[in-house]
């Protein structure tokens, strides 16, 4: 089993950045990739960004590309995803995620989940 915990989310302005950290314990070495997702409320879970652990391959959707920075510490075995100019339309829960294999924005192809961490923006 892997277990995945985030922090790092909160109230911010718009135009504000945050840092969010998700470190991982327990059986990581079955894991290559790490994902965060989000859910606005009322809606449906979406892709954000994933790294893998080994060459630093990543992936973004399009609406952070440019504003989001998804990193990782693998001695810490944490990932982080930094936000910056953060925009009210970014206010979601946001969920870190772990799988095996090869990057993918795909929820369902990942296999253990944190508990997610409120962001909210305000305008």
């Known amino acids: 089993q892997v277990q995945l915990v985030e922090s790092g989310g909160g109230l911010v302005q718009a135009g504000g950045s945050l840092r969010l950290s998700c470190a991982a314990s327990?059986?990581?070495?079955?894991?290559?990739?790490m994902g965060w997702f989000r859910q606005p409320p009322g809606k449906e879970r979406e892709f954000v960004a994933a790294?893998?652990?080994?060459?630093?391959?990543?992936q973004y959707a399009d609406p952070v590309k440019g504003r989001f920075a998804i990193s990782r510490d693998n001695a810490k075995r944490t990932v982080y995803l930094q936000m910056n100019s953060l925009k009210p339309e970014d206010t979601a829960v946001y969920y870190c995620?772990?799988?095996?294999?090869?990057?993918?924005?795909?929820?369902?192809?990942?296999?253990?989940w944190g508990q997610g961490t409120q962001v909210t923006v305000s305008s």
């Open positions: 790294i893998t652990w080994s060459d630093d391959g990543t």
């Open positions: 327990g059986r990581t070495s079955s894991t290559s990739v």
């Open positions: 995620a772990a799988k095996r294999g090869i990057v993918t924005a795909q929820s369902g192809a990942y296999n253990y």
